[in-house]
C-alpha cells in the first residue's frame, strides 16, 4: 500500500522567501505529525493534528511556521520568511492513533 | 535536557554477530516506546515497539528489551545482516492524555561489516 508522501523532496530558497511543504498521510490515518531534523539530530516536534484540528503546536519554533491540514488528510507545513536556521529536513508521519508513526521521505530544505 | 539518550553515536558489528543497541531516558512518563531505522536521504521506518507493561517484544531478527526501574531499553538484532547498515533512532511517547509527540535520541550509526 501506499506509504507517506511529502514534496518536494529538496527544496532550496533564498532568505526571506516563504515556502510550502506537503504531505500526503496514509489513507484512513487520524492523526498527522510534523517534525523537523537537524543534521545529526534525532526529529524534533513541530505540530500534530487529528483529522483537520491542530491539537497541538507547541513545537513550532516561531510564529514564522505554520501548518494546516483542512480536510483531515492532506498537510501542508508553511515557513514565512525562511531564515538558514530553518534549513532542515522536514518529516511529515501519519498514525491510526497515536502510537506508531509512519514517515513520509522528508523534504530537505537548503535556505541561502 | 535530552530526555531520550542513545550515548554510542556509532557502532561496528561483523555479519552474524549481534547488534546490540543501547537508549536511555529520563522522564518516567513515557510509557510506549519504539525504534526506528533511517537509510540515508529516506525517513525513519518503524522497526519494532514495546509498551512498559511489557519487559521484551521480539518480531523475527529484532528484539527489544525495556528496563523499565533502569529506564533504559536496548534494541537485539541477530543474526546482524549488512542490510541493517543503517542510523537507528530510539524515540518514547509520553502516557499522560493530550501527549502525542514522540521524543526521538540522536541516533546510533550501526555498520554491519561483511
Known amino acids: 500500500g501506499a506509504g507517506v508522501s511529502q514534496s518536494p523532496r529538496y527544496k532550496v530558497a533564498k532568505r526571506g522567501q516563504d515556502v510550502a511543504l506537503r504531505c500526503d498521510p496514509i489513507?484512513?490515518?487520524?492523526?498527522l505529525f510534523w517534525y523537523q531534523q537537524a543534521l545529526g539530530q534525532g526529529p524534533e516536534f513541530l505540530t500534530y493534528?487529528?483529522?483537520?484540528?491542530?491539537?497541538?503546536k507547541s513545537g513550532l519554533p516561531s510564529d514564522r511556521f505554520f501548518a494546516e491540514r483542512p480536510e483531515g488528510s492532506v498537510s501542508t507545513l508553511k515557513i514565512q520568511r525562511t531564515q538558514q536556521e530553518d534549513s532542515a529536513v522536514y518529516l511529515c508521519?501519519?498514525?491510526?492513533?497515536?502510537?506508531?508513526?509512519?514517515f513520509g521521505p522528508g523534504t530537505r530544505l537548503t535556505v541561502l | 535536557d535530552q530526555q531520550v539518550k542513545q550515548n554510542s553515536p556509532s557502532l561496528s558489528v561483523q555479519e552474524g554477530r549481534i547488534s546490540i543497541l543501547n537508549c536511555d531516558y529520563t522522564?518516567?512518563?513515557?510509557?510506549?516506546f519504539l525504534w526506528y531505522k533511517k537509510y540515508p536521504a529516506e525517513g525513519p521506518t518503524f522497526l519494532i515497539s514495546?509498551?512498559?507493561?511489557?519487559d521484551k517484544n521480539e518480531d523475527g531478527r529484532f528484539t527489544v528489551f525495556l528496563n523499565k526501574s533502569a529506564k533504559h531499553l536496548s534494541l537485539h538484532i541477530v543474526p546482524s545482516q549488512p542490510g541493517d547498515s543503517a542510523v537507528y533512532f530510539c524515540?518514547?511517547?509520553?502516557?499522560?492524555?493530550?501527549?502525542?509527540?514522540?521524543?526521538f535520541g540522536k541516533g546510533t550509526k550501526l555498520s554491519v561489516i561483511p
Open positions: 514495546i509498551s512498559s507493561i511489557k
Open positions: 522522564n518516567s512518563m513515557f510509557d510506549y
Open positions: 524515540a518514547a511517547k509520553d502516557g499522560r492524555a493530550g501527549s502525542y509527540q514522540l521524543t
Open positions: 508521519a501519519s498514525s491510526p492513533n497515536t502510537d506508531t508513526q509512519y
Open positions: 493534528f487529528q483529522n483537520e484540528a491542530q491539537l497541538d
Open positions: 489513507s484512513g490515518h487520524v492523526s
